[in-house]
C-alpha cells in the first residue's frame, strides 16, 4: 500500500478541513506546460528518480569539510499524492513527489536528472477540499474557488499558492479518484 502523506485535522469548516501538515521532504520539477500536461511531462523524471535514477550519498571523512562521493543508486518508496501548483510565471508548473514520511533532504539520494530538485517543505497549516472525479483544470478550478471561497468565508487568510493533489493512479476509474486542492493559510 502506498503511503500517504500525514496531516492532522484541527477543524472542520463547511466546504473544509483545516489541517496541519508536519514539514516534509518533496522531489519536484518544474514543467513549462499546460495544466494538464504538466503532470504528464513532469511524470517519468520524477519516477525515474524515486525508480534509482538517482546517486546515493555516503560521506568519506569525519573531519570538517565533510565531503560526499556519489556510488550506487537507491529505489525510493511512492507516496501520495502527486502535487501540483503554479510556478513562479505564467504557463509554469511545480509537479511534486511526496517523499516517505522518513526521508530529509540530507538522506535522499542525489538525482542524476539535474531539473529534479529535492526540497524541503517547512510545517504549515492548510485547509483542504477533497473530491472524486476526473483530473481537468476545470475540475480542480472549480475546487479551488469554492476552497478559496469558504476560506476567506470562515475569516482564515491564504497565505500561498493552491496545490492540487492526485492520490490515485491513471488507471483507476476516474468517479474513485481521490483528489484534493490545498491551501495555505495564516497561522
Given at each position: 500500500?502506498?503511503e500517504?502523506?500525514?496531516?492532522?485535522?484541527v477543524?472542520?469548516?463547511?466546504?473544509?478541513?483545516l489541517?496541519?501538515?508536519?514539514a516534509?521532504?518533496?522531489?519536484?520539477?518544474?514543467?513549462?506546460?499546460?495544466?494538464?500536461?504538466?503532470?504528464?511531462?513532469?511524470?517519468?523524471?520524477?519516477?525515474?528518480?524515486?525508480?534509482?535514477?538517482?546517486?546515493?550519498?555516503?560521506?568519506?571523512?569525519?573531519?570538517?569539510?565533510?565531503?560526499?562521493?556519489?556510488?550506487?543508486?537507491?529505489?525510493?518508496?511512492?507516496?501520495?499524492?502527486?502535487?501540483?501548483?503554479?510556478?513562479?510565471?505564467?504557463?509554469?508548473?511545480?509537479?511534486?513527489?511526496?517523499?516517505?514520511?522518513?526521508?530529509?533532504?540530507?538522506?535522499?539520494?542525489?538525482?542524476?536528472?539535474?531539473?529534479?530538485?529535492?526540497?524541503?517543505?517547512?510545517?504549515q497549516?492548510?485547509?483542504?477540499?477533497?473530491?472524486?472525479g476526473?483530473?481537468?483544470?476545470?475540475?480542480?478550478?472549480?475546487?479551488?474557488?469554492?476552497?478559496g471561497?469558504?476560506?476567506?468565508?470562515?475569516?482564515?487568510?491564504?497565505?500561498?499558492?493552491?496545490?492540487?493533489?492526485?492520490?490515485?493512479?491513471?488507471?483507476k476509474?476516474?468517479?474513485?479518484?481521490?483528489?484534493?486542492?490545498?491551501?495555505?493559510?495564516?497561522?
Amino acid at each position: 500500500m502506498t503511503e500517504q502523506q500525514p496531516y492532522r485535522v484541527v477543524s472542520r469548516h463547511p466546504g473544509f478541513e483545516l489541517r496541519r501538515y508536519p514539514a516534509h521532504v518533496v522531489a519536484e520539477m518544474q514543467i513549462q506546460a499546460s495544466f494538464t500536461r504538466a503532470p504528464i511531462e513532469a511524470f517519468r523524471p520524477l519516477a525515474a528518480y524515486i525508480g534509482g535514477a538517482n546517486r546515493v550519498r555516503h560521506p568519506t571523512g569525519t573531519n570538517a569539510p565533510v565531503m560526499q562521493e556519489a556510488t550506487g543508486t537507491v529505489k525510493i518508496a511512492m507516496t501520495a499524492p502527486v502535487v501540483q501548483e503554479e510556478g513562479e510565471q505564467p504557463g509554469a508548473y511545480l509537479v511534486q513527489f511526496v517523499m516517505p514520511a522518513s526521508a530529509t533532504a540530507a538522506t535522499l539520494p542525489e538525482p542524476v536528472d539535474p531539473r529534479v530538485r529535492i526540497r524541503e517543505i517547512p510545517a504549515q497549516l492548510a485547509a483542504a477540499m477533497r473530491f472524486s472525479g476526473r483530473w481537468t483544470e476545470t475540475a480542480f478550478g472549480e475546487r479551488a474557488t469554492m476552497l478559496g471561497r469558504s476560506v476567506t468565508a470562515s475569516g482564515l487568510q491564504p497565505t500561498g499558492a493552491i496545490r492540487y493533489a492526485r492520490f490515485d493512479p491513471p488507471w483507476k476509474p476516474w468517479f474513485l479518484r481521490r483528489n484534493e486542492v490545498v491551501l495555505p493559510v495564516v497561522e
